[in-house]
């Protein structure tokens, strides 16, 4: 007999000391700016670029992604606790009662927002180039860490699927369940792994980097779509469907997908 279910209860703390602990999910952080770093470090070689300015970078982009993402959760799926508890929005740490608990909650859309606005800070103070200069080379670092984001999720047992109705997905027993569900943060992080590979092989393979926009917006159009037709098998995060029976992850990933696509076809001056 095939068994196609997996139990999944791993642990998701790395380590703890008292109260404070460190989690295999900001684990998985620490490894898509590492990575992230050192593939930009690759490009600015290959583009000439001083490789002193990859320090600004690191800290334009952590902290851009962290607060968007933080602040888009809340935005677009919390509204209430960003009013009534926003220094626990901004900080990693509850106050009634005190605990360190991390960043838990981050939007991908709200990630986007915050890298393009502080990419445009970066290219006029720092590196002195077009933003879309900028925005077409670190989408290939920001492509391969949402690979390793979905994977944090997955440690968490969050942002889970619906139930596949048969033996086959995983068994999240964090949650106390005994059913199979759709393991929708492999689906992501397989569609993110692709778009990866893909704007990977069009910059060093092809010309195309030479258009400013085009690589931006196929990374708008792949990733969003990914996240468009991932979110039919999640569970919704709020309660309420939106507009054609699409959750708010769809509604907010169609005019990026729409962005993208004036990018790539977009006639160049």
């Keep these: ?25 900001s684990l998985m952080f620490v490894i898509a700016f590492i990575l992230g770093l050192q593939i930009m470090k690759k490009i600015y070689k290959n583009e000439g670029v001083s490789i002193e300015k990859l320090d600004s970078l690191f800290i334009y982009a952590v902290v851009s992604i962290l607060l968007g993402a933080r602040l888009g959760h809340f935005l677009f ?37 915050g890298v393009i606005i502080a990419m445009y800070f970066y290219s006029k103070k720092v590196l002195q180039k077009p ?53 929708t943060q492999l689906y992501e992080a397989f569609g993110y792994l692709l778009t990866f590979i893909l704007l990977w092989y069009v910059y060093w393979k092809t010309d195309k980097k030479e258009k400013l926009g085009y690589l931006f917006g196929l990374f708008m159009v792949c ?28 509604l907010l990933s ?16």
């Design 1 to 25: 007999m095939i068994y196609l279910s997996i139990d999944w209860n791993p642990s998701i703390e790395l380590f703890k000391i008292g109260s404070f602990s460190i989690r295999y999910y």
């Design 77 to 113: 799926y919390d509204t209430k606790f960003l009013f009534e508890h926003p220094l626990e929005v901004l900080l990693p740490v509850r106050f009634n009662p005190f605990q360190f608990t991390g960043y838990q909650g981050l939007a991908s859309h709200g990630a986007a927002i």
């Design 131 to 183: 933003i879309l200069w900028i925005l077409d080379r670190i989408v290939i670092p920001v492509a391969s860490g949402a690979i390793f984001v979905r994977i944090g999720n997955l440690i968490n047992s969050e942002i889970i699927g619906k139930s596949t109705n048969s033996d086959y997905g995983f068994i999240f027993r964090q949650l106390g369940e005994d059913f199979p569900r759709h393991p």
């Design 223 to 250: 990733l969003w779509s990914v996240r468009l037709f991932v979110e039919f098998f999640k569970e919704a995060q709020v309660d309420q469907r939106a507009t054609w029976d699409l959750n708010t992850g769809q």
């Design 254 to 269: 169609i005019p990026l997908i729409l962005v993208g696509l004036y990018f790539m076809f977009r006639k160049s001056k």
